[in-house]
């Protein structure tokens, strides 16, 4: 079909378009003008920087030419800027494509939640000229507004998960919003807020936040918006998203760390540590990292050794885990800690051992790393009655996986060691732990001896106790029994104050042998025959190469 003359031959965005030149002169006032100046020429070179689709430009070349347009919440917004950039005003023709396109976007894109958000998300690529005109600012207005009066739009609230739920599907539920909101919705088709660019995003959830719409369902947007941008590309460290993605997914991290509540367990502390995990694969800014560890020292105490299992990054890395991190929160936490109740402080002191535990078995775990984070657990903890088991437990594993270590760095590792505080079955394992630096073990034998000795003291002293306090109580219906007991307990702390004589005996004995000792290559075989005794005056008859005494598995167990 050939062009009149009266057509005006122009390329949109490759696209040709063959137009009546009265036709555009009569809607459009820049047209108009153009076509005025310019009577014979071919206009193409004039207006081939309009900013515009080519798709858009089509609605706009119709509704010239008298055709109905399909107008909707993806194309309005940007019909409406390029009406107004062409001048189709009432001024210059009635009924013209702003009036239009306005009475739409008012009447039918603003009051719908859906419709609103997928109008912002067509405005990505002209959003100056969406903004300078009002646009932006109203769709937003209408997505606020909606919110405040119903603030499950953005999500329920999450559940934040504590150190007691160790269920992994528990885990992934706690996050999902509660979808019976979509039941009442008669527009819902799943559209929200992660659909928008960080650009819109933000603004928008900064918004909410300052007219105080409940934080807790900010954070909930905050989550998916994360998991939909962010944590779905940087799962595995064998995920190498593209410069491009990874630069995006920085900005967004970023921006979403500086819009997260301040408040203490708003945030679970497993997302928090999800999302220092991927600020540290991104590179993302040290302000954004140092902000995550901040917030996760604040409520540490809720942890998981899970959550303190980040992976270091870079190709010099040495150690597996980050350490440095670890300790930097510890040390926010510590600096933060307020409270005059220390279950707190041993909770966390706590959590230190288990990682010390996880992380002992990476052979590439430097000594002053171990030391710096049990010295920092063990001065927060002092004055507690806290179990040393844990601590016991984490020096086994390190121990065993670093046999390289000198006599002198296997006493600098036992020095964080408290054996006063050691449960009985962790000093039965002690007690034939080749591992152990030889004072450590007499260390622990000479805890074991002022424990039983404290223990007959208190015995022969008729200090109180439970069996006999209970067989008081019921003497008149069996005083027989509880003389039997009695003369079965007196024969025993006989045996008990003979034991603690030859115990005493035998410790000062194999310390004359150590002092004596030349070097301990000379003395191995009387150090053995002297501790295969000293076992024995224990109770733990199991040879040296045969270590069968096992610890209850909840306190300390040797690695395997």
């Not at 002169?25 to 003008?33: C, D, E, G, I, P």
Request: aromatic content about 6%.
């Amino acid at each position: 079909m050939h062009a009149s003359s009266s057509d005006v031959q122009l390329n949109i965005c490759g696209l040709p378009f063959s137009l009546n030149r009265e036709l555009l002169a009569a809607r459009s006032s820049k047209l108009a003008a153009l076509l005025k100046e310019n009577p014979e020429d071919d206009l193409s070179h004039l207006l081939g920087d309009i900013p515009t689709d080519s798709e858009t430009f089509e609605i706009v070349a119709r509704f010239c030419h008298g055709f109905d347009i399909n107008l909707s919440s993806e194309n309005v917004i940007k019909v409406l800027c390029l009406a107004h950039y062409l001048g189709m005003s009432e001024i210059h023709s009635t009924n013209n494509l702003t009036k239009k396109a306005c009475f739409y976007f008012q009447n039918t894109v603003l009051p719908s939640w859906n419709k609103s958000i997928k109008a912002l998300k067509s405005a990505e690529n002209i959003l100056q000229q969406a903004a300078d005109l009002g646009l932006i600012d109203a769709c937003a207005e209408s997505i606020i507004a909606k919110v405040m009066h119903d603030p499950s739009l953005l999500g329920e609230p999450m559940r934040n998960v504590t150190t007691t739920d160790v269920d992994s599907e528990n885990d992934e539920n706690a996050y999902k919003p509660n979808v019976r909101r979509r039941l009442f919705v008669l527009d819902w088709k799943s559209e929200d807020l992660t659909l928008l660019s960080i650009a819109l995003y933000e603004p928008i959830i900064r918004a909410m936040v300052h007219r105080k719409v409940p934080l807790e369902y900010v954070a909930s947007s905050l989550f998916h918006y994360l998991n939909k941008w962010v944590f779905s590309d940087t799962k595995g460290e064998e995920d190498d998203p593209s410069t491009y993605e990874k630069n995006s997914q920085r900005v967004i991290i970023e921006a979403v760390e500086r819009l997260l509540p301040q408040e203490r367990g708003l945030i679970p502390i497993s997302l928090l540590s999800q999302m220092l995990q991927s600020a540290i694969i991104l590179d993302a800014h040290t302000e954004c990292k140092t902000g995550l560890e901040i917030r996760i020292g604040k409520q540490l105490d809720q942890a998981t050794v899970k959550d303190l299992l980040i992976p270091a990054r870079g190709y010099a890395k040495e150690e597996q885990y980050d350490t440095e991190s670890v300790k930097r929160i510890l040390k926010n936490f510590y600096s933060n800690y307020a409270s005059t109740d220390k279950s707190g402080l041993v909770v966390v002191a706590e959590l230190v051992d288990n990682f010390l535990a996880e992380v002992s078995s990476d052979i590439y775990l430097k000594l002053n790393t171990f030391l710096s984070l049990a010295e920092l657990s063990q001065a927060a903890t002092g004055g507690t009655n806290r179990n040393s088991d844990g601590m016991y437990r984490a020096i086994d594993i390190y121990l065993d996986k670093h046999r390289h270590l000198t006599d002198w760095e296997r006493e600098e590792v036992c020095r964080v060691l408290d054996s006063s505080k050691m449960s009985p079955e962790a000093c039965e394992h002690a007690a034939q732990n080749e591992k152990l630096p030889v004072r450590v073990m007499v260390q622990i034998l000479f805890s074991v001896q002022l424990k039983l000795k404290d223990t007959v003291s208190k015995k022969i002293q008729g200090g109180p106790d439970n069996r006999l306090l209970k067989l008081e109580e019921d003497e008149e219906d069996a005083r027989g029994t509880s003389s039997n007991e009695e003369e079965m307990m007196k024969a025993e702390m006989e045996k008990m104050g003979s034991k603690v004589v030859k115990l005493e005996k035998e410790c000062d004995t194999m310390k004359r042998e150590i002092q004596r000792g030349g070097s301990q290559h000379k003395n191995q075989k009387g150090k053995t025959s002297i501790w295969k005794e000293m076992k024995r005056k224990l109770g733990c008859m199991t040879s040296l190469h045969e270590p069968n005494c096992h610890v209850k598995k909840k306190k300390v167990h040797p690695p395997k």
